[in-house]
């Protein structure tokens, strides 16, 4: 008899509750500060960029919050999501471990990114918000938050990073289609952007700038548009906890339990997503599974950074949180993993990585692409880049619970799909990607200027 694959639930299994784990963390939250006082925000500063639901959602401690009708109803579109059993997989690596994946590829967009762009639409029109403002890497945040614009109806303005708006246009046109309007930043629309294109007309852009950029133009619209963030933020964070929600039903019916819950992290939003509601279930219920978090060797916060206030942007104009950081001037070699070229994670899971509830692993570009190959030649499915390192990690257990001799229960996020990475997957196959080292000098050379904060005992 073969085994079975596919764990489904129905429309009705929808999560009716996002998981708030502000009510369960074994460690006391930490300030967001002021970029220009470094003394704790008020929410006078947040409400110029966010509407005041998520700024309550964020500090909230009710453990659980109800997730709206209208969400729910944009979620039907693609939620539940398939959880699968990779046996194929299994077999080819010759393991006695169980490897199941939650694909958050599955959605309109093809990540698990429109799990918070929807109630963020949401949430922003019931608030009468005009407009909305973003930054895109390589344009995944802002194709999700442009197709759940659309159906909220509210315009969005996106400030790409110019390399990527030259270089990859097809997620440009996808949020063109759904009616966003996309800028190449540096831009002459905002100061900063202007100041950077004094300083080099030619500046490439980078998701740093491009942050500070659509947080100006939100900034300055006195009230007429908000700014939206595709991860790091508590809210953000909470917002996915529907994909664990589901998995934790979804194992249920494979009548197993992860031993280890992997998922990719650029700013920690999938991973939380996934991560969290097994989390409470080590904190409430005496479970034990290891939450393990997979980021590239060229982006390694979690593992090489430090835990310290730095600033969420380059232009110092986004809060001050405490959170592992590279350096807000720190920029990434541009790996093909666009979406995890961050310097800084959600302070969320940095806490909780500071405190042991969550373990981080740094993996190289190569292999990183080595275990997507294998993984699509095995189960079809091509993963995004950014959850190739998710694959690559969940590979690696495999194959030490092989070496072991052990049985294993693996579960990881397949975040989303590569379909608009065939560039990269090209690469790949001809033998033309490279490992970039842990650039130590540059990190120490941007960790030289966070920002020295004297905070009240
Ligand atoms: C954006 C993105 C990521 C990284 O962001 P997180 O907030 O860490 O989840 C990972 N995978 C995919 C497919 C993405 O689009």
Known sequence: MSEQIRFNLTENDLPKRWYNINA????????????????????????????MELILQEVSSDRYIDIPEEVRDVYRLYRPTPLLRAVRLEKA???????????????????????????????????????????????????????????????????????????????RILMETYGAKVFASP?????????????????????????????EAAAASGGAKKYSLGSVL??????????????????????????????????????????????????KDGQRTRLLAVEPQAAPSLTQGVYAFDYGDTAKMAPIVKMHTLGHSFIPAPIHAGGLRYHGMAPLLSALCDSGHVEAVAVPQVSTFEAAHQFARHEGILPAPESAHAVRAAIDQALD???????????????????????????????????????EDKVKAAQAELPEVALAA
């Open 187 to 215: 831009t002459e629309h905002t100061q900063y952007g202007q100041s950077v294109l004094a300083a080099d007309k030619d500046n490439p852009g980078s998701l740093g700038i491009a942050i500070s950029e659509a947080v």
């Open 93 to 171: 690596l010759e393991t006695p471990a169980h490897i199941y994946y939650k694909y958050e590829g599955a959605s309109p967009v093809g990540s698990h990114k429109p799990n918070t762009a929807i109630p963020q639409a949401f949430y922003n029109k019931a608030a009468g918000t005009q407009a909305l403002t973003t930054e895109t890497g390589a344009g995944q945040w802002g194709s999700a938050l442009a197709f759940a614009a659309s159906l909220f109806d509210i315009p969005v303005e996106v400030y790409m990073v110019k390399v990527s708006y030259q270089q990859k246009p097809y997620r």
């Open 24 to 51: 369960d963390m074994p460690v006391p939250p930490n300030p967001v500060l002021h970029p220009g006082t470094l003394e704790p925000v008020t929410p006078d500063f947040l409400s110029v960029l966010f509407p």
């Open 234 to 283: 508590g809210h953000v964070l909470m917002h996915q906890t529907v994909i664990g929600e589901e998995a934790l039903m979804q194992m249920d019916l494979a009548g197993e339990y992860p031993d280890v819950v992997i998922g990719c992290v650029g700013g920690g939003s999938n991973f939380a997503g996934i991560a969290f509601p097994f989390l409470r279930q080590n904190l």
């Open 401 to 439: 619970a092989k070496q072991k001799g052990e049985k294993r229960t693996i579960l990881f996020n397949l975040s989303g799909h590569g379909h608009f990475d065939l560039a990269a997957y090209e690469a790949f196959l001809a033998g033309q990607l490279t490992d970039y080292q842990y650039p």
